[in-house]
């Protein structure tokens, strides 16, 4: 492995998986997600977190409330367009925390300018001095961001960034927010700006990259060599479109290429595993198999050739261990004569630290899975602890299912499920067990979604293993995820079509009480 320099400057870590990443569609987080989330982000030692946007809904204001309230180390941020009313919302969603960072932004592209704000250069460069101005009375920590930075005419970017320092911005964001630009481009606009503008020195500069051209990470990397001291990234690259830079992707690199990036990060690499998975659970976006650093063949060599070689030396072909980034060795765990004790000994290998409740119910339910399946592994455990999550959520609960299917259809489910506290049993038929399944459930649970996916993941090998099912539902505008797990494929399709209605419901419930949610919901792209 490649020598690491003695003195490496800090890069410091933005998280933006709650605001950026929760605003990808279908990604969107329960409150105590949320919360989960910014946990295990606080503890794996992300320097900021960015927990939303407070003016969008009360939603969000909520979330960073509670989040502003409970962080132990990281700083909490949220977002607000150039306007009084947003800033000033988000610095009254964040004023529980110790400390805390306002980021307010801007349009300054042409095109944006023209045809998104409907705005003149010199009124936005107005907008940028008053703006800051205005964050700078709630804190001393504002970070200013010119969207669609990597489209904007260098002079103009030079004059709000010199506007935004002298109103008092102590970091600068220049997100390339279309996806557009390369690692060559982005890293010679750091330079450019920091070279060009006045008292450029007082501020730190931030990366901010999409995906859209794949380039997010390598943007990323290139924005620090030309002088960014902040990258801006979420977990998994969840985000709009094709998703933002992925912080676990941007801190190994710098980790393992040390020789590479002189700098180092704050990042506990060995909880990037479990940060990933959680992420993945929450926003029902299924980690591809190949993904980078967290991917669950990120580390497995399977050809002849690299199974020899890394028997010989595992440096042949592995850049990175597998523990540096906390995947373990898979093993078999459990079985049905393991106890309390055991169990809670592997859950804290797991990484789980439940309550006293949630770890009864996971106990039994492990013994109940080590009754119906062989081999109880790790990740059967993770999956029975995450569907256990989801199935303790408020709402409507699977209680039994039958389904007749086979060759001679049409296929027919019954299901009993509880209701507000009341059993009911509706049966139905479909095209196929999965339709028949979920059009019982529409039975009892009448609606209008729209199933926009559909997907079923095996949690372990053999056709005993557990399946993971995950649905999106998606309703006037609104749309929600589930998850289900069980060794029955259609069991976890209930499960996870009723997690999906539930949030469905809470959604719904909010957005026709106004007292629930008094803010019309915006979005970032739209005018102030
Ligand atoms: O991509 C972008 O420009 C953003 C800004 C709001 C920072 O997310
Ligand atoms: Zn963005």
Known sequence: MNAVPSSRERIRIFDTTLRDG??????????????????????????????GFPIASQ???????????????????GLARAANKDIDRAAEALR?????????????????????LQMEPDAVLEKVFASVSRA????????????????TEHDFLCRCVEAAIKAGATTINIPDTVGYTTPEEYRALFEMLI?????????????????????????????????????????????ERAGNAALEEIVMAIRTRADAFPFTTGIKTPMLTQASKLVSTVSGFPVQYNKAIVGKNAFAHESGIHQDGMLKHVETYEIMRPEDVGVRE???????????HAFREKLKDLGYDLGENAFEAAFTRMKDLADRKKH???????????????????????????????????????ITM????????????????????????????PHEARLSLYQVHAVTEGTDAQAEVSVRLEEEGRVATGRGADVDTLVSSAKAYVAALNKLSIRRQKATDPAADASEPVRVGERI
């Open 22 to 51: 929760e605003q990808s569609a279908g990604a969107s987080m329960t409150f105590d997600e949320k919360l989960q989330v910014a946990d295990i982000l606080d503890a794996m030692g992300v320097d900021v977190i960015e927990a």
């Open 59 to 77: 939603g969000d204001f909520e979330a960073v409330s509670e989040i502003a309230r409970r962080l132990h180390n990281a700083v909490p941020a």
């Open 96 to 116: 529980h925390a110790h400390a805390f960072r306002i980021h307010t932004f801007i349009s300054t592209s042409p095109v944006h300018m023209k045809y998104k």
């Open 136 to 151: 700078r009375t709630h804190t001393d920590d504002v970070e200013w961001s010119a969207e669609d930075a990597t489209r």
């Open 195 to 239: 070279n060009r503008v006045p008292n450029a020195d007082k501020a730190i500069f931030s990366t901010h990259c999409h995906n859209d051209l794949g380039m997010a990470v390598a943007n990323s990397l290139a924005g620090v060599m030309g002088g960014a001291r902040q990258v801006e990234c979420t977990v998994n690259g969840l985000g």
């Open 330 to 340: 898979t093993n078999l765990v459990m079985g049905k004569h393991s106890g309390r």
């Open 376 to 414: 109880v592994y790790d990740e059967d455990i993770e999956a029975l602890v995450e569907d256990g999550i989801t199935s303790a959520a408020e709402g409507a609960k699977v209680i039994a299912l039958t389904v007749i299917a086979g060759t001679g259809g049409p296929q027919k489910a019954i």
């Open 418 to 445: 509880d209701v507000d506290g009341h059993h009911v049993t509706k049966e139905a038929n479909g095209t196929g067990p999965v339709d028949a399944t979920f059009n019982a459930i529409k039975a009892i649970l």
